[in-house]
């Protein structure tokens, strides 16, 4: 036979209404009682009815994550499950629950958020990227729904709550590192140019460039369709030419342990004929042979930071939106050398 309120108020010595206001966190309701009535609920095995529940608050306590592109695609990154580590975490201190999306192309991912947001599915949206002309931004603040974004957006950006790093500081950081230690010839392989974040290291890798009076090489730029067509062929076009690079700055860690492969495949040695430098920092960096120099932009935190914002908009809608700068800093290792 289930458990019901009454047997919880019954055995914790206390009314049935002060169950239910324990089970909506009610702040009136003293700690005391609070953890009181959790215990015996515990105790008796009674698990509360929060569709009920809510449909009674209007409120789903669930948050939506968009990613970028397919779930499949994306878990391929460690990007994707360190960053939903922190957004766990903060959505289970504020007992949310998480819905990720599920849609294998933008068009897919898109209907889902309009489905998220009229079907009443989740309290409000987390976006974990930002890209140029996006469709889904667009819609998210005409829509009214509270909704927080991993990296700067590109249009509006101080009307919508997000968190980032600041990668135009920290890329230029690189820059003076690898220019620091006698590199004048330095690569950089970028990113999708349809994302901000990809901009902005763009951006500071220019503008280092023309602060130390280097003259911007047009070639040294691999793209991103580049290194997917065929990186190897990207790869030996870059050392083909008559003043091959000295050094290379990769947008994310995958990238460089992919360039670190056809390098040796050229029989180009890191970091005595080449060095290296990765963004995001992931585990296995610092297990590769040489060990990979990387920023470490806090993704952990990015997560964190972003849920907190937007459970900010949830519970205060007339909160005004908040950005954040999350810290970044380049971790030395054995993939650089100086010239």
């Known amino acids: 036979m289930a458990i019901t309120i009454k047997d919880v108020a019954k055995q914790a010595e206390v009314s049935p209404a002060t169950v239910s206001r324990v089970i909506a966190d009610n702040p009136r309701i003293s700690e005391k009682t609070k953890q009181k009535v959790r215990e015996t609920m515990e105790s008796l095995g009674y698990y509360p009815n929060f569709q009920a529940r809510n449909l009674v608050a209007q409120k789903t306590r669930t948050i939506g994550v968009i990613m970028a592109n397919s779930t499949t695609l994306a878990f391929q990154n460690p990007f994707f499950p360190e960053v939903l580590r922190g957004i766990s975490v903060s959505a289970h201190n504020s007992q949310y629950g998480i819905y990720l999306s599920t849609g294998a192309t933008e068009e897919e991912i898109y209907d889902e958020v ?17 890209r140029v002309g996006d469709r889904i931004m667009d819609y998210l603040m005409k829509s009214g729904l509270p ?18 790093n600041d990668n135009i500081s920290i890329t230029k950081q690189v820059m003076s590192h690898l220019i620091g230690m006698g590199h004048k010839r330095i690569a950089f392989i970028a990113g999708g140019i349809d994302f901000v974040v990809s901009l902005d290291r763009l951006e500071g890798y220019e503008e280092s460039l023309a602060e130390n009076g280097i003259s911007f090489q047009e070639e040294y730029i691999v793209k991103q369709d580049a290194m997917q067509q065929d990186g190897k062929k990207a790869i030996r076009r ?9 050094a290379i700055v990769t947008h994310d860690d995958l990238v460089a342990y992919e360039v670190i492969g056809y390098l040796e495949d050229l029989q180009i040695r890191v970091p005595e004929d080449v060095s290296i430098i990765g963004f995001n920092n992931h585990a296995l960096s610092k297990h590769l042979k040489p060990p990979l120099s990387s920023v470490d932009i806090c993704i952990y935190e990015l997560g964190f930071e972003a849920a907190n914002l937007l459970l900010e908009k949830i519970t205060d809608e007339q909160a005004a939106p908040r950005q954040i700068t999350v810290s970044s800093r380049l971790i030395e290792r054995g993939s650089c050398q100086g010239r």
Do not use: C
């Open 114 to 130: 309009v489905a998220m947001d009229q079907g009443k599915r989740v309290d409000g949206i987390i976006l974990l990227y930002s």
């Open 238 to 246: 870059l050392f083909d030419l008559e003043d091959p690079p000295t």
């Open 147 to 164: 909704f927080s974004v991993v990296g700067r957006p590109h249009r509006n950006a101080d009307t919508i709550s997000y968190v980032d």
